[in-house]
């Protein structure tokens, strides 16, 4: 009798978990403009930053040397660098904030993304999902994200300054659009 009534208890507590967590749980919405609004706002980008624009949305390979090659190439321009995956809740929760981030700063800032610890279908079809206007730099064993010091957290956000120097390192999600701008401004726009 009492492994019966453990196993309702189980099958209780689990169905009770499933029911709570389809409750509250909301996917995450794009949102990423029209592109007739996104090719508004980045008309006459300085050179570096449309290189970026025409590279939206892409999964870039090479590694660390091609990272650090448009790092470099983005010398006089502030970056601000997501890492992110497609298995990641929280990075999920934050794209649509980089979305919106990435229009309104990306003709004095660049955009780039590190897909870390990915496989490129699911990356992809999460891009296809949520597009964004900056590539990203495929990094599935996280050696990118290792030589820049940010490997642990998902998603994280790495600020470089116009000389192409790390400055700020903010490791979890940003909440908001709001929150993403102020360090944006604070770190990038300095």
């Known amino acids: 009798m009492a492994i019966c009534s453990s196993v309702k208890y189980w ?6 978990a499933v029911v709570l967590a389809g409750c509250g749980a909301t996917q995450p919405k794009s949102s990423a403009p029209p592109r007739t609004v996104v090719s508004a706002a980045f008309k006459g980008a300085p050179a570096p930053l449309a290189s970026l624009h025409s590279q939206a949305n892409k999964l870039l390979a090479g590694g660390t040397a091609a990272y650090n090659a448009r790092i470099a190439g983005l010398k006089g321009f502030p970056i601000v660098v997501n890492k992110w995956a497609s298995w990641c809740q929280p990075c999920q929760t934050e794209f649509p904030v980089f979305q919106r981030a990435s229009v309104a700063f990306g003709k004095s800032v660049g955009f780039m993304g590190i897909d870390g610890k990915d496989q490129n279908q ?3 079809a999460f891009l296809r999902k949520f597009p964004v ?10 050696d990118i994200a290792r ?3 940010a490997e642990t957290y998902f998603p994280q956000t790495i600020y470089y300054d ?3 120097k ?3 390192d903010h490791a979890g999600p940003y909440e908001s659009a709001a929150a993403l701008e102020k360090d944006i401004r604070r770190y990038a726009l300095k």
């Open 147 to 149: 030589s820049i010091h």
């Open 162 to 164: 116009r000389d192409g």
């Open 11 to 16: 099958i209780a507590a689990l169905l009770t």
């Open 122 to 124: 699911p990356a992809s």
């Open 133 to 142: 206007t900056y590539p990203s730099y495929v990094d599935p064993h996280e």
């Open 166 to 168: 790390i400055v700020f």
